[in-house]
C-alpha cells in the first residue's frame, strides 16, 4: 500500500531525462553523437551489433500493446495479397491484355468470393469482451489488402478491434483501412513477426495464396507437427485451390509425414462450416 507522502519511485523516468538531455547547451562535446543518450541515438541502435536489440523491441513492442488493449487471443487470417474483391474483379478482368493475362485473371477472380467469405468468418469470430475484459478470436492478419483486408474489414463490420502486421517490402505498403490504428504494427524481422501471428494464436484461417502464405502455412503445420505448438483449428479455405496446388495425400503414401498429419487441417468452403469447427474444438 502506497503512503502519499511517500514517492512512487526514486530516479526520474527515461522520458524525464530525456527533455533534460536534449537542453539546448551547445559544446563541441554535447553536438558530438557520442553524447546521445543510447535510447535517443538513431545511428547506434540501427548498427549491426545491435540487431538482438532491435530483436527484443519488435518482439516487446506489439507484446505490450496487445496486452495493455485486452486481446487475449487472436484468429489469424492468412491469403493472398492479389485477390480481388467482388467490387474489383471487372477491373482485374480488364486490365488483362493477353490470352495468358486473361487466364490469370479468370482464376484470380474465380477466388474473388473468398473476399466475402473471410470478411463474414471474422465477423463471426469477433466475440466481445469477457468478464474480465481480455477478448477472445481478436482478428489479426498481415495488415495488407486482399484477404488481409477482407478480414480486418469484418471486425470493423461488427465494431470490433482487429489487429495488423505489417512487414517493410521493397515496395509500398500501407496498412488497409479496417485495421484499429491502434493495433496496426510495422515489422522490419520476419521472424518477430511470425511470432507475434502465432504467440495469441487460437485458430487460423488460411485462404489461397502464394510463397508467403505457404510459407506461414507450413511453419505453422511444422510447429504442431513437432509438438512445439498445442493443436488448434487451422482452416484451409479454397478445396479447388488446395486440392490442386498441394498434393498432402501424395506426401502420406510418400511416407514422409505420417498419415495421421492429414488431421492437423480441415479444407473448407464456408463461414459458417469454418466457425463450426472452431467452436466444436473449443466446446463453445
Known amino acids: 500500500m502506497s503512503h502519499p507522502h511517500v514517492p512512487t519511485r526514486l530516479f526520474p523516468t527515461a522520458r524525464e531525462e530525456a527533455v533534460v538531455a536534449n537542453a539546448p ?4 562535446q554535447t553536438e558530438h553523437p557520442a553524447y546521445a543518450l543510447a535510447f535517443q541515438d538513431n545511428e547506434f541502435l540501427l548498427r549491426d551489433d545491435l540487431r538482438p536489440v532491435r530483436f527484443q523491441l519488435e518482439l516487446l513492442k506489439t507484446e505490450l ?7 487475449d487471443s487472436l484468429f489469424v487470417f492468412y491469403g493472398s495479397a492479389r485477390i480481388p474483391s467482388p467490387d474489383e474483379a471487372a477491373g482485374v478482368l480488364a486490365s488483362a491484355t493477353t490470352p495468358e493475362a486473361r487466364k490469370v485473371a479468370e482464376r484470380l477472380v474465380a477466388k474473388a468470393r473468398y473476399y466475402d ?3 463474414e468468418l471474422a465477423a463471426l469470430a469477433s466475440t466481445p469482451r469477457d468478464d474480465n475484459g481480455q477478448r477472445s478470436f481478436t482478428v ?6 486482399s484477404m488481409m483486408e477482407a478480414a480486418n474489414r469484418g471486425a470493423h463490420d461488427v465494431g470490433a478491434p482487429s489487429v495488423g ?4 517490402l521493397p515496395f509500398e505498403q500501407v496498412p488497409n483501412p479496417y485495421v484499429t490504428p491502434g493495433l496496426s504494427f510495422q ?3 520476419f521472424a518477430l513477426r511470425k511470432m507475434h501471428f502465432l504467440m495469441r494464436a487460437k485458430a487460423v ?9 505457404f510459407d506461414e502455412l507450413f511453419e505453422l503445420l511444422t510447429l504442431v507437427q513437432t509438438g512445439k505448438v498445442a493443436p488448434l483449428p487451422i482452416l484451409l479455405y479454397g478445396r479447388d485451390f488446395w486440392n490442386t496446388v498441394v498434393n498432402f495425400e501424395a506426401l502420406a503414401e510418400e511416407g514422409v509425414i505420417a498419415r495421421s498429419d492429414l488431421s492437423l487441417f480441415h479444407i473448407v468452403e464456408t463461414a459458417a462450416e469454418g ?5 466444436e474444438h473449443f466446446g463453445l
Open 117 to 119: 467469405v473471410a470478411r
Open 187 to 189: 515489422f522490419h524481422y
Open 65 to 71: 500493446a496487445l496486452s495493455e488493449a485486452g486481446i
Open 25 to 28: 547547451t551547445s559544446t563541441a
Open 140 to 145: 489479426c492478419s498481415g495488415g495488407g489488402p
Open 205 to 213: 484461417a488460411v485462404f489461397p495464396g502464394g510463397f508467403g502464405t
Open 165 to 168: 502486421l505489417n512487414i517493410v
Open 275 to 279: 466457425w463450426q469447427i472452431i467452436r
